[in-house]
T-cell receptor, first 112, second 115 residues
Framework: QQPVQSPQAVILREGEDAVINCSSSKALYSVHWYRQKHGEAPVFLMILLKGGEQKGHEKISASFNEKKQQSSLYLTASQLSYSGTYFCGTEVISGSARQLTFGSGTQLTVLP | KAGVTQTPRYLIKTRGQQVTLSCSPISGHRSVSWYQQTPGQGLQFLFEYFSETQRNKGNFPGRFSGRQFSNSRSEMNVSTLELGDSALYLC??????????????FGPGTRLLVL
């Protein structure tokens, strides 16, 4: 089942912060975050594992709340290069072969 | 290390035709997943191959099929193309250790247009 991302779109000024949320109705083993720029392939940002700690990548970090089956991506002091569509991919605990299911994406626009 | 490569990059076909797309994973990666991306539906999982075996399949009709070779290269085939099959087809490779889905690295995609 597809995870739900919110908000669908956000517009920021350079230097502002943003939070993107991803939630699932199923028990998750991991959450993967990707960024895709227009016309390009998605690029991996980070993985959060069940029982793992908050991860960080430059000024982008994320957390995983196992009780709520939710993950949040935090972008601090946003830069123009952060613009793109952010996808969360969730890995569900079900059976022996797990697959990633992606959310519909959050379009982030950073203005100068 | 070379990234994931996909061929061809662009393709134009007509309804009813069939098409085969190719994906070469990162060296050492044995798992290849295929996704269809459209503006309306986002990233939709098609199937995953690991060690030449289909491990997972998404909710797509039987016209969509794939295979993986012993060198981990994978092909995806769509038969009897429909207009709605126009999309960006992405392949992603990963290691997949102990049944877990590791980081997926995406190729540049094949953009298919069905007329």
């Amino acid at each position: 089942q597809q995870p739900v991302q919110s908000p669908q779109a956000v517009i920021l000024r350079e230097g502002e912060d943003a939070v993107i949320n991803c939630s699932s109705s199923k028990a998750l083993y991991s959450v993967h975050w990707y960024r895709q720029k227009h016309g390009e392939a998605p690029v991996f940002l980070m993985i959060l594992l069940k029982g793992g700690e908050q991860k960080g990548h430059e000024k982008i970090s994320a957390s995983f709340n196992e009780k709520k089956q939710q993950s949040s991506l935090y972008l601090t002091a946003s830069q123009l290069s952060y613009s793109g569509t952010y996808f969360c991919g969730t890995e569900v605990i079900s059976g022996s072969a797990r697959q990633l299911t992606f959310g519909s994406g959050t379009q982030l626009t950073v203005l100068p | 290390k070379a990234g994931v490569t996909q061929t061809p990059r662009y393709l134009i076909k007509t309804r009813g035709q069939q098409v085969t797309l190719s994906c070469s994973p990162i060296s050492g990666h044995r798992s290849v997943s295929w996704y269809q991306q459209t503006p309306g539906q986002g990233l939709q999982f098609l199937f995953e191959y690991f060690s030449e075996t289909q491990r997972n399949k998404g909710n797509f009709p039987g016209r969509f099929s794939g295979r993986q070779f012993s060198n981990s290269r994978s092909e995806m085939n769509v038969s009897t193309l429909e207009l709605g099959d126009s999309a960006l087809y992405l392949c992603a490779s990963s290691r997949r250790l102990a049944g877990r889905q590791e980081t997926q690295y995406f190729g540049p995609g094949t953009r298919l247009l069905v007329l």
